[in-house]
């Protein structure tokens, strides 16, 4: 039994692959002597109307799917990058945890507007201020991906209690 594998493409720019197999031969079909297996008229595999019901599943088992989004370096594949502070902000943690984060929204020198967290306690940071951020993410505070370096440009270090 041989079986003979053809490509097409579809409505969707996919390629689809489809087997044909040759199945025992009837009379009303062809003879067995002297016809080759390429002029063996070719059964469809379904009806139209089948396949009308089943378009989407069948474009998803040819295509694979959407798949997941690859995900995005916030600061575009770059360590660290400037950003000047246009205004601070004040985020709620989590569940569990109480405490506010304190935060700044930065304008990146990619020219994307991002927020990102400041580290420590206390800061000197207001509007205009040039900072140095750096894709650290704060596990308590969803979507909060960046944080200020401390020391660098305009944000001062953490200044220790005297006791």
């Not at 900072?131 to 650290?136: D, F, S, W």
Request: a positive charge; hydrophobic letters at 30%.
């Amino acid at each position: 039994m041989s079986r003979l594998s053809l490509t097409t493409t579809t409505s969707t720019g996919c390629r689809a692959s489809s087997r044909h197999s040759a199945s025992t031969p009837s009379s009303d079909q062809w003879a067995p002597t002297g016809d080759k297996w390429w002029e063996r008229p070719v059964q469809p595999l379904a009806t139209d109307q089948e396949w009308e019901e089943h378009r989407l599943l069948h474009r998803f088992h040819i295509c694979g799917g959407y798949g997941r989004k690859p995900r995005k370096h916030p600061l575009d594949n770059k360590p660290q990058m400037k950003g000047i502070v246009l205004k601070t902000l004040i985020k709620k943690p989590k569940k569990p945890n109480s405490a506010n984060r304190k935060c700044v929204l930065v304008r990146l020198t990619s020219g994307k507007e991002k927020v990102a967290f400041v580290p420590g306690e206390g800061h000197n940071l207001q509007e205009h201020s040039v900072v140095l951020c750096e894709k650290r993410r704060v596990r308590d505070v969803p979507g909060l991906k960046l944080r200020v370096i401390r020391g660098a440009y305009d944000c001062a270090h953490v200044v220790k209690k005297s006791r």
